[in-house]
């Protein structure tokens, strides 16, 4: 940085502390890594400051601040995304905007299942409000004891209950959000039904904050599901997992809350983050799914899997499975499917992906996507899995232990590349859950199409003319 | 009309004739009327013509041609809506655009719980093309014969499943759009999961027409519910009834399809319709409602209700009740619902109201807007009956017999004030599922906030710059 940068920022900051008061920027920049740095930690950038408002008027007043200094506006949650969304890429002219402050739930309805709690609940605070008044959020996904109800939102998350409650969008009912002016659009209501023209709350969700800055929502909660039941399986193969699945929907009446598919290669990675971890199924099988029944009241949950299963196993769909009979051997069969997660990150940098295609293509699409991968990559560990009830799977490549950063950065590009050519074959998602953020937006603008191009960059346009609200952040409008 | 006024008008006729085939053109007044005239026939205006384009291209031609005509375009699907969205109201500037002749479903794909269908498809073809493949659509309403997918999508369409399954915006997986400038955004994929950036087909759903014409959907489907049960329960008041229903979202594990409230005068209007009508129940309890559980597969939707009325009967939640044996029984309880609405039309010209508040505070709400409009209005009958779960109530005002049309129109309009004021007082919504059209717009201008407002002209100005599409409908830019 020049000196008169230095002088400037300096004098941005001066004027910052003045106007919001000190207790609400943070200009250290020691104090500020943790929000200039991405989860994973691969990138680190700076700000001119991290601002800290602790009200829906201070956001406001934040924001109103940033434009008449000329600052843009990085509004960032939990911090826990994985595609540089909520970080910033400009330390000259950007200031990050953390809601952690704004953690108040202010309402909890159990009458009309639902709340409104401020963007900076941590997920799972919200998670546990609901259950002490006996309900139930439908949002889980790892992240929960650090990710913000608002990130949620803005990234539209998805988790692992979506086959029974869907993505973010479908838990909202309300929004308030900050606009790029400093306007609030109060949008809070808990209607269950409201067609007063446009919904324009459906816009924000899901926005990663390129066009306001969301500051509380309402959400729908649920019957809280007293039983929980959770298999594991052992199966032919993904596309018998699949076959399994539909059967699934329709014998168990679609109270399943999740169904994840993990490949064999998955507990080797799991042994290697917990040496100790055993699991009463045989590892021998093709494929294993994670299955969980969920419900209150009067359906005995436990009754419906185990014939459920018996009826699956007398038709060959399913080559072995165990139920869990307690929450600790439950706990168990899920911290299989952690702990494959750990094994990976301990393997070093390698290529995560986090693609969808229609259900019914999927098993032809991982064929096609692990067969090239092996024939190209024939050193790395490829290994597809995830919630495979909504199409979506994660086909990670592992370089070997020997590659040295060069060689895992090629891989990683590589495989990327051989991975988008099969997506765009299947018509599929580049982004099943995480969003483009700054990591995926060269590759989402090389295949958005030109009408969907000038739409959203009409939308930004029109909302935030001056592209104050996290620029270079999914589009950029001067392309 | 002036001479030169009917002289510009057959000009513009004999250019659309030109530039888009005289098949796809309809001129004659007569044959215009019932595109031009509202569903219950209180409105009849004209149009410069109507347009019956075949295909995507076709649509997207004959809005370029409006374009260069200076016309704008009234889309309209199965011209059912309540609001004046879909008809025409200045007939020598518009034209009615109707989807009916893309009728055609494209895809059927049971193994991806999804289906592809063209905007005119009628609702009923859907279902029953779904119900073909072994799948349920979850979307039915009372206009399902005659109504089009096209338009249930465009006004974000409620009806008696939306407790399940959702409004028709949770039925999408995808939107294919001609925008106003005669561009075609195709976002018709089937993904469950897809996050790629601002997720632009939420803006077209409800949007009555007035951003672009929908002109195909891609539909989630869901496993076919092969158990109905339906039940018929007698119930001390509406505050019970709300009661009943959160005790039966958590005891039968939310897999209600229907739960309709109404009063005791919803039989005597049944009658009014039906004389023959007779109800397995007493009719002298304060309330009744209308329950119904759907499942497929192993769980006994018979055994669950009988448990749970067992339950609420012995908790006098529950004066008494009756379960129908067989479909034709089911269909006898239904027709006591649809009686109802049959029975009010026949008393002529009243108050027909649309209105949402949150289920905390439903009972509350309807007593306070029944005692007012008791007070004032004592020769009317009021009633109020609905889709109690979702916090939507229609409460509706018909005059007395005596009543002549100068009387009644007064009452209408007088009564509709009063509804609304305590609508307001609730923060409720003067629309929980027919939306605004042109009918409401004053009602939704007069009430709307202006952070909300500018949004919604700053996008129908970067969407539609020059008011081509459904002007006047919604929201009127210039005003």
């Known amino acids: 940085m020049t000196s008169s940068a230095i002088a400037h920022t300096a004098d941005l900051q001066a004027a910052l502390v003045r106007r919001l008061g000190a207790a609400s920027v943070i200009t250290d920049p020691q104090d500020q890594v943790r929000y200039c740095r991405d989860w994973h930690g691969d990138v680190t950038s700076g700000a001119v400051a991290v601002l800290r408002p602790d009200s829906t008027q201070a956001v406001a007043e934040a924001v109103r601040v940033c434009a008449e200094l000329g600052l843009a506006v990085v509004p960032q949650g939990g911090n826990t995304g994985l595609v540089l969304g909520a970080t910033p890429d ?6 990050v905007l953390t809601l952690e402050r704004m953690n108040r739930v202010r309402s909890m309805d159990p009458g009309d299942f639902s709340a409104v709690v401020e963007a900076g609940c941590v997920l799972q605070q919200v998670q546990e409000a609901a259950e002490d008044a006996g309900m139930f959020l439908g949002l889980s996904l790892g992240a929960e004891g650090s990710c913000q109800i608002g990130g949620n939102i803005s990234t539209n998350a998805g988790g692992i209950n979506v086959l029974r409650y869907g993505m973010a969008r479908e838990q909202v009912l309300g929004l308030e959000v900050v606009l790029p002016d400093g306007t609030i659009l109060d949008a809070l209501g808990t209607l269950r039904k409201d067609n007063r023209g446009i919904d324009i709350k459906q816009l924000f969700i899901g926005a990663e904050g390129i ?3 969301v500051t509380a929502v309402s959400l729908k909660l649920h019957p809280r599901p007293e039983q929980v039941e959770t298999a594991l399986l052992g199966v032919d193969s993904l596309h018998t997992a699949i076959a399994l699945y539909r059967r699934a929907r329709r014998d168990c009446c679609d109270l399943m809350t999740a169904f994840e598919f993990m490949p064999p290669s998955a507990f080797m990675l799991a042994r290697e983050a917990i040496p100790s971890l055993t699991l009463p199924i045989a590892m021998d099988h093709p494929g294993y799914v994670l299955m969980e029944l969920s419900g209150s009241g009067l359906v005995d949950m436990r009754a419906l899997l185990d014939r459920f299963l018996e009826n699956v196993m007398a038709d060959e769909l399913v080559r072995d499975g165990v139920v869990a009979a307690s929450r600790a051997q439950a706990a168990n069969l899920w911290k299989f499917r952690e702990a494959m997660n750990e094994g990976q990150a301990q393997r070093g940098a390698h290529l995560r992906t986090d693609v969808s295609v229609s259900l019914s293509q999927l098993s032809s699409f991982v064929e096609q996507a692990e067969t090239r991968l092996r024939a190209e990559f024939p050193d790395c560990l490829t290994l597809s899995y995830g919630h495979v009830g909504d199409g979506n799977v994660h086909i990670n490549v ?13 891989v990683i590009h590589d495989a990327k590349d051989c991975i988008n050519a099969v997506i765009d074959e299947f018509r599929g998602s580049i982004s099943a859950e995480h969003g483009i953020g700054r990591l995926k937006r060269p590759e989402f603008e090389a ?25 270079n952040c999914q589009i950029r409008c001067n392309a």
């Open 447 to 471: 295949r958005i199409s030109d009408p969907r191009r000038q739409l959203l960059t009409a939308i930004k346009r029109a909302i935030d003319p001056d592209g104050r609200l996290n620029p």
């Open 90 to 95: 400009d330390p000259q002219h950007q200031v």
């Open 398 to 410: 592992i370089p070997p232990a020997s590659a040295d950063a060069v060689e895992r950065d090629r």
């Open 211 to 213: 066009l306001g800055v």
